[in-house]
């Protein structure tokens, strides 16, 4: 979905999806040393079925894979199925150590 606007919310370490400007999910994750753990996702009910999960998840990769982190740690079942289900960005993906 192309009029999803996804940031970092760095302070509550966070991945935010905003549709007209409003809070319609968040990725929540973790730093580590080299790497980006996310531990969950959610979409707020309102905005179900309309894509902002994959938006989400999407741009939040797109941007660390810019940003240079490229190793992802997806303790989240969402964000694991997204990747599984989008084999370009499982070169992302690392296991838990």
Sequence with gaps: MS???VTDNSELH???ARLDGALAGFAVY???PGRIVFVHTEVDPAFE???IGGALARQALDGLRDDGTVQV???CPFIAAWIQRHPDYQ???RPRP
Excluded: N, Y
Aim: without cysteine; proline residues 0%.
């Design 49 to 51: 079925g309309r894509g």
């Design 30 to 32: 973790r730093r580590e």
């Design 91 to 93: 070169e992302l993906l």
């Design 14 to 16: 966070r991945f935010e």
């Design 73 to 75: 740690v997806a303790e």
């Design 3 to 5: 009029d999803v606007e």
